[in-house]
């Protein structure tokens, strides 16, 4: 098993993130008009400078007179960075207090949430309580909403992953899977995918389905298939694709399908780094300011 990472993109990362610590001064043009991005967040520093802090630094880039800002939903993430490196995240509720404080006017919120689920209708809730306390206040949509979203994830997974499609490997997508109906996400990719003659490539979920005995009776039912190639459809590569997916555990996919006895290759990249991906949150936020 061998894993495939970009570290040569950390370089670029790091001036991602001096760019998102500089736009804490806010220049003259962006008073007034702010777009923070929230995430559910992860501890996985590398991971969230290149997928977190690529897509922050792709809607500065296309908004230069907007302030555009960072909440994390998850306070045990926030927590843990502040305790363990010093670095201090606003939960929403905080970020959404200094935006009135600073004179925001205009506050698009954009969720780099991959699906309409739990995470972003508690996001939604939120945002309830402070309904006319902007002039304007827009909470845009997740990655996967329109059908045009899923035709352009999947084109977007499949091209990168193309050097792979030989007809002897199953490329399978870890995604983390729910209980909220929006779960289905993963099957309305798998069938865009199918529609596409993507045949060699797969969804499965961590913690709903399909899971991974399906992935593996998929697998095994296609007897040119010799080698997996598994890659979180997650936005960041934290712990889910390192432990879950790329771990060295009994339970982990990678050694549940080296037991069913194919060769495993794990790529420990998140979506939220590939420039396409990026853009699409920028589509998203057009749409939300008009």
Not at 154 to 166: F, G, S
Not at 228 to 234: A, S
Request: hydrophobic residues 40%.
């Amino acid at each position: 098993m061998k894993i495939t990472s970009f570290a040569k993109v950390f370089g670029a990362a790091i001036l991602a993130s001096s760019l998102f610590i500089s736009c804490a001064g806010k220049s003259s043009q962006s008073v007034g008009k702010e777009i923070l991005v929230v995430s559910f967040g992860t501890s996985y520093n590398s991971s969230r400078s290149i997928t977190i802090g690529g897509i922050e630094s792709t809607i500065r880039e296309s908004y230069p007179d907007w302030t555009v800002r960072r909440a994390f939903t998850a306070q045990t993430i926030i927590d843990k960075l502040a305790k363990r490196d010093g670095i201090k995240i606003d939960n929403v509720k905080e970020a959404l207090d200094r935006a009135l404080a600073d004179g925001v006017k205009t506050l698009i919120v954009q969720p780099t949430h991959l699906m309409d689920g739990f995470e972003y209708t508690d996001l939604k809730k939120e945002l309830e309580s402070y309904k006319g306390k902007f002039e304007k206040l827009s909470l845009s949509s997740p990655l996967l909403t329109s059908d045009s979203d899923y035709e352009a994830v999947a084109k977007v997974i499949t091209e990168k992953l193309a050097k792979y499609d030989d007809g002897k490997t199953a490329i399978c997508f870890m995604g983390h899977g729910t209980e909220a109906e929006s779960n289905k996400a993963y099957a309305k990719l798998q069938t865009v995918l199918n529609a596409a003659g993507k045949k060699n490539f797969y969804v499965g979920t961590v913690e709903a389905s399909p899971s991974i005995d399906d992935l593996i009776a998929a697998a095994k039912s296609n007897a040119s298939y010799k080698k997996v190639v598994l890659e979180p459809l997650m936005v960041v590569a934290g712990d889910h694709a390192n432990n879950d997916m790329a771990g060295d555990e009994d339970d982990s996919w990678k050694s549940q399908f080296e037991k069913a006895g194919f060769e495993v290759e794990c790529i420990l990249e998140g979506l939220g780094q590939i420039y396409e991906i990026q853009r699409l949150y920028v589509q998203h936020i057009e749409q939300a300011i008009k």
